[in-house]
C-alpha cells in the first residue's frame, strides 16, 4: 500500500535547525511539516496560503501586528491568508505545520532565513 | 483579527460521541477536526480526498485491506484517497483531523454512523 505511519518524535530526532520546517507528509495539495523555533523568523505574509500551527512542545508566539499569541502544547492556530506575521520562541518549540505545497518559506521577502521551495527536504 | 488560538484540550471536553469528528478550524480548503472513537466505523472510501489523521490519545487502528497500523500518541498517517478503509479502537481514542471541506463521512456509504456533510458540526 506504500503509507507507513510517521511518528513525529522520530522526525523531530532528525533536525536541529531553527525556522527550517522539514516536510513529512502531503495531501490534497497541503505539506504536512515538522518545525523547531527559537529566537524570531523574520515579518513576512503568505498572500494565497493560510497556515496551520500545533505546537509540540515549548511555547510558540505568532505575532500579527500588536498582538502576541503564545502557543502551548496542544495548542492550535491558524494565519489567515494575506496576514502580516512572524514566529518567535524564547527557547526551543516544536511544532507541526500544514500549508499548501506551493507556500513560499518568508513570502515575498528573501532573507538569509529564506528557504526556497525547491529547497524544502523531506524526512 | 477574528483568529483566536484552538485549545484542543478543551475542544474534546466539549463532546464524547465515537466517530463524529467535529470542526474546529478551515484552511485552504480543509476542516481541521477533533474525533474521538471507540469500536470500529465501516469500512468506506473516499474517491478523491485523502486523510490526514494524528492521534493525541488512545491508540487508533487504521485497517487498509488486510494491513492494520497501530497508532499511538504522536503517530500520524495519511490515508490517500481511493483506498478503502476503516478505523478502530479497542478503547477510547482522541485524534486529529484533516481532510478536504467536501469530505463524505463515509464516503458513498450511508450507514447508521454517517454523519452528512452538511451536519457536521463546528465546536
Known sequence: MGQTKINLA???S???EHWTPKIIGEMNGQ????GKGQGELIW???????EFFLVL???LSIHIGDDIIHLSPGECFIVPRGVPHKTSAQSETHFLLVEPKATQHTGQIQSDQTVDVEDQVWI
Open 10 to 12: 522520530d522526525k523531530f
Open 14 to 16: 532528525l533536525f536541529n
Open 31 to 34: 505539506y504536512v511539516k515538522v
Open 44 to 50: 513576512h505574509t503568505h498572500e494565497d496560503e493560510d
Open 57 to 59: 512542545h515549548g511555547t
